[in-house]
C-alpha cells in the first residue's frame, strides 16, 4: 500500500490501518515514515497518559479498568502496553491478554503490545510514531504502559504529558529508592493493592513526598473515578500552560 493511501486509511479511523503502519514503524519501513509525515498537521488531540511502575504492581489491572471507565464516557480509548519479552513478565502478559480480552470485541478499543529490549523496559523506539497513529486515528485516550521507575520515566515523559506511577504497598526498599522519580516524573502516584495490608503506611508515607496519591483497588474497581478526576485535572493544568498538543 502507498503511503498516501495508508495515512488516509488510518485518519479514516480503520483499525487494520492502524495497526499495519505500527509494524511498519516497528520494522523502520521506510513506506511507514512516509505514511507518519502525511499524518503531521493531524487536528486531534487524545490525552496520552503514561502508565508506569514495577512489574506486578497492577498497572494492567488498572488500565482495564481505565479503559472500561473511559468507554463509558463514550471515549475511543487506544492502550500501548511495552512488552519486555523476559521470561519473568512473561506471565504476566498472557494475563493481561486474558484480562484485555473483554476488550477485544470492542470497536472503540484498540490494544497492541510493543517489545522492548532488555527486561528494566523503557519504551520500544516506534512508541512514539505509535502514539501519533493512534491520535490521528481518533482515539481519545491512549494508555501507554511501561515497566519502569526513577529514570526510565524520561522515556514516558517524552510521549506521555500526563504520567502515573503505580505503586503497591510493601515494596518497602523499592519504594524508597523510587521516591526521587516519583517526585520529577510523575504528575500522580497510585498507591494500588489499596486492600493490602500496609496500603495506609505508604499511602501516608508517598503524600509526604508527592502532592497527588490516589489510593486504588484495581481488582476491584474502587479508586478508578478519583484517579479519573486526578487525570482530568491534570489535564487542565497543562492546557491552561499550553504544555499540550502533539
Ligand atoms: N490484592 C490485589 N491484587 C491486585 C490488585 N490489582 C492487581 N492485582 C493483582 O496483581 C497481579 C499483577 O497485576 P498486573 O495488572 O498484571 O500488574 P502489572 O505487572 O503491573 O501490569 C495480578 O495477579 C492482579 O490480579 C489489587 O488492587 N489488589
Ligand atoms: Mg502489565
Redesign the pocket.
Known amino acids: 500500500m502507498d503511503p498516501v493511501t495508508l495515512a488516509n486509511r488510518v485518519k479514516a479511523g480503520e483499525v487494520r490501518a492502524v495497526s499495519r503502519l505500527i509494524t511498519l514503524l516497528e520494522s523502520q519501513e521506510p513506506v511507514g515514515q512516509a505514511a507518519l509525515e502525511r499524518l503531521n498537521g493531524s487536528q486531534r488531540h487524545a490525552a496520552v497518559i503514561g502508565i508506569t ?10 488500565i482495564d479498568q481505565l479503559v472500561t471507565a473511559y468507554r463509558r464516557l463514550g471515549q475511543k480509548v487506544a492502550v500501548v502496553a511495552m512488552d519486555t519479552t523476559s521470561p519473568r ?1 512473561g506471565g ?1 502478559l498472557l ?2 491478554r486474558i484480562r484485555m480480552q473483554d476488550h477485544a470485541v470492542d470497536g472503540g478499543v484498540f490494544i497492541r503490545s510493543m517489545a522492548t529490549r532488555g527486561e528494566r523496559g523503557g519504551l520500544a523506539p516506534a512508541t512514539g510514531g505509535a502514539v501519533r497513529v493512534l491520535n490521528a486515528a481518533g482515539y481519545d485516550v491512549i494508555l501507554v ?1 511501561t ?1 519502569g521507575v526513577g529514570q526510565l520515566e524520561t522515556d514516558v515523559a517524552d510521549v506521555a504529558p500526563t504520567v502515573v506511577a ?1 505503586v503497591a504497598p510493601g515494596l518497602g526498599d523499592e519504594v524508597q529508592a523510587m521516591k526521587a522519580g516519583l517526585l520529577e516524573t510523575a504528575h500522580i502516584v497510585v498507591v ?5 495490608d500496609g496500603a495506609d503506611t505508604t499511602v501516608k508515607d508517598l503524600q509526604e513526598w508527592h502532592h497527588k496519591v490516589v489510593r ?5 474497581g474502587e479508586g478508578i473515578p478519583e484517579l479519573i478526576e486526578a487525570i482530568a485535572e491534570h489535564q487542565r493544568m497543562t492546557d491552561l500552560n499550553g504544555k499540550r498538543g502533539m
Open positions: 511502575g514495577y512489574p506486578g504492581t497492577g498497572k494492567s489491572t488498572l513478565t504476566a494475563g493481561d504502559e515497566v503505580v494500588n493493592k489499596g486492600d493490602r486504588t483497588v484495581a481488582i476491584k
